[in-house]
């Protein structure tokens, strides 16, 4: 148990720090490879899908069917999914626009580096918001290390993945508006730890309650947040960012590699 409680907090921690290598990729490169982002959301989005649905849903249907009896279980699960999606709604709803992270930014928007208080602004509401976002995020990755490290590690690396371009859209404003880069990744880097943060939450609140019941409830509001991000987030970056249909190869990459990866650990 000490062993999986160590591997699930390592691995939120290192998917939340994910955003402060997306601000080093930002200082360190003149120009954004549109074809390597472009893959790479996609195949974290089917990484996410697949597991969200094949795996994550599954193992919660199966914990409240077994706890609760059929029926009930089974509309629970269902509740339990569309209340993970009703949550990153409201989460959506009450962020700024201007903070909004799914506005990504190119590297290309660093080249000038006028005083710029309104880019400061948004640069720091975009922290916040990005902040807000992995906080779930950072539960969903905990809870499941702790109850299966295969599916933990598959989950921290497909929101690690996501979590690079957020760092950038963290760093781009911030340092465009100073020309600090300091100042522009430690944004970056404090964004992505509310994550540890939800893990932490998870381990104090919710672990003395972790029945059955509370395991499949969470796990299915874990697939819910995960579909919809996927759906709102990270697919419309990939196809914004996206050269001859490579976002939609990166997704049956994702989706192809979680699969197998599922089969060989069964």
């Not at 964004?191 to 059955?212: I, Q, T, W």
Request: no cysteine; proline share 4%.
């Amino acid at each position: 148990m000490t062993e999986n409680l160590l591997l699930a907090f390592g691995l939120t921690l290192m998917a939340g720090l994910a955003t402060g290598i997306g601000s080093v990729l930002a200082f360190f490169t003149s120009t954004t490879n549109t074809k390597f982002l472009s893959v790479t959301l996609g195949f974290s989005a089917g990484v996410m899908i697949y597991v969200s649905m094949i795996e994550i849903f599954v193992k919660a249907k199966d914990a409240l069917v077994g706890s609760m009896g059929n029926v009930l279980g089974n509309w629970m699960t269902v509740v339990g999914f569309f209340g993970g999606m009703l949550l990153i709604t409201l989460i959506d709803k009450f962020i700024p626009k201007q903070g909004n992270p799914h506005e990504l930014k190119k590297v290309e928007d660093m080249n000038d580096k006028p005083n710029n208080q309104s880019l400061l602004k948004m640069g720091t509401f975009t922290a916040l918001a990005i902040a807000i976002h992995n906080f779930p995020e950072g539960i969903a990755t905990f809870t499941s290390a702790l109850q299966d490290p295969g599916l933990g590690i598959a989950i921290a690396v497909a929101i690690a993945i996501h979590n690079i371009p957020e760092g950038i859209a963290v760093s781009v404003p911030v340092y465009f508006a100073t020309g600090d880069k300091k100042k522009a990744f430690k944004l970056s880097f404090l964004s992505g730890l509310s994550e540890p943060v939800g893990a932490l939450v998870a381990y104090l609140f919710l672990m003395p309650f972790l029945n059955d019941v509370m395991f499949g409830i969470i796990f299915a509001a874990v697939a819910g947040i995960m579909v919809f991000i996927s759906l709102d987030e990270l697919l419309p970056a990939a196809k914004r960012y996206d050269e001859t249909h490579l976002s939609i190869y990166g997704l049956i990459g994702g989706m192809a590699v979680m699969a197998l990866s599922l089969l060989l650990f069964i």
